[in-house]
């Protein structure tokens, strides 16, 4: 497969599980761009690919190396065995940075941040240029923001509650997702290399594709940016559960089942706002009630009570704005306290009470 692809199916599959870590915002962004990267690196056994190309001499060199020890390409990097090692050399660069105990602006043991700092660029200049983003500026790109990374000190091993090295996931995901599209095609992959040379595919040889022909560019390219598209969709706040969380607010499917059948009524904004106006709403106005307390307090007949005051101002002043949906036949109204309910504090609420919708 081309490596736009390769890189395309890498941030495809961070995206796909970042639930499961979970990581959103700037992380998610930042791990996809990674495994985008990733996602070219099983290429590095070729010096003319995509990821050898990115710092142009030194990484050229650093391929003809891998070259040699991995046993050419689509060999050593292309298997299961290498998928492993390459996922540890980053889980101990992740782990070296960790122990710089970094601070914006200075660290304690620098050094600890070289195979961090080295790893970060590779896999951002190469999935930058992967993707055609930046053009020839792309490696700068990649090392601008790499450098960023570790001077802010943002560490990769504890962006997620279990403390997972997200560097090491990057890199293992992307491999993968390399590994499997080119079990589409005619080669296929030896995994158990070097135990066995035997070239697995994921398709019946017949209808195995050919790299940069009809079927990858008309069929497989668009699918991968339609699944991409719709999972990063997902991850930054669509309606879609996984399991008793979602990413944009952690609400429980109850909570969320509720949601999407209550509309929202006239006053919510500001009863969310005041703890003392919970669960009070609009209620019919009976005619002998329709009248201003008048000691100049409270609305609709009521006595003084805790709250009413702001009630009744609330409810003047919504009824002067447009756009709240409250007409002149919804009044604030009789106020009645629920048999134990308690307030923020823990004591009971007094002349809160719940109000039922004309």
């Known amino acids: 497969m081309l490596g736009h692809d390769h890189a395309l199916s890498g941030a495809l ?7 499961l870590l979970p990581v959103t915002g700037t992380h ?15 290429d590095l056994d070729e010096p003319g690919s995509t990821i050898a190309r990115t710092f142009g001499f030194l990484t050229g060199a650093f391929a003809w190396i891998v070259h040699q020890l991995s046993g050419g390409h689509r060999k050593g990097t292309h298997s299961l065995l290498g998928v492993a090692l390459m996922t540890l050399a980053a889980y101990g660069a992740g782990q070296w940075q960790d122990s710089a105990h970094v601070t914006a602006g200075h660290t304690q043991l620098w050094w600890h941040l070289i195979p961090a700092g080295f790893l970060l660029a590779l896999l951002f200049s ?11 500026h792309a490696d700068l790109f990649g090392l601008g923001l790499a450098a960023l990374i570790l001077w802010q000190g943002w560490d990769l091993e504890k962006v997620t509650p279990w403390h997972v090295s997200v560097l090491a996931v990057c890199v293992c995901l992307g491999m993968l997702a390399h590994i499997a599209g080119d079990m589409l095609t005619h080669d296929g992959c030896p995994l158990l290399y070097p135990a066995s040379r035997y070239d697995f595919g994921l ?11 009809l079927a990858e560019r008309w069929v497989i390219s668009p699918l991968l940016l339609i699944a991409l598209a719709y999972f990063c969709w997902r991850d930054v706040g669509a309606p879609v559960l996984i399991g008793p969380q ?20 006239a006053g919510h904004r500001a009863r969310q706002a005041d703890p003392l106006l919970a669960g009070v709403g609009p209620v019919p106005v009976r005619p002998e009630q329709h009248c201003r307390d008048p000691r100049g307090g409270d609305e609709g007949g009521v006595g003084p009570v805790a709250g009413a005051s702001q009630l009744g101002r609330l409810a003047r002043h ?13 009044l604030v109204g009789h106020l009645e306290r629920r048999p134990g309910q ?10 809160v009470g ?4 004309v």
């Not at 719940?354 to 919708?357: F, H, S, T, V, Y």
Request: net charge positive; no cysteine.
């Open 13 to 19: 599959a961070f995206a796909a599980v970042a639930p």
């Open 28 to 42: 998610l962004a930042v791990a996809a761009a990674l495994t985008a990267g990733a996602g070219v690196l099983p």
């Open 126 to 136: 190469a999935g930058f240029r992967a993707l055609y983003i930046g053009g020839h």
């Open 203 to 213: 398709l019946p040889e017949p209808i195995r594709i050919t790299t940069n022909k």
């Open 246 to 265: 979602h990413l944009a607010g952690k609400l429980s499917l109850a909570e969320v089942g509720r949601g999407r059948h209550q509309r929202p009524r």
């Open 318 to 330: 919504l009824g002067r704005s447009p756009g709240h949906g409250l007409d002149d036949g919804l």
């Open 342 to 351: 308690r307030g923020p504090a823990g004591h009971p609420q007094r002349g």
């Open 354 to 357: 719940r109000a039922a919708p």
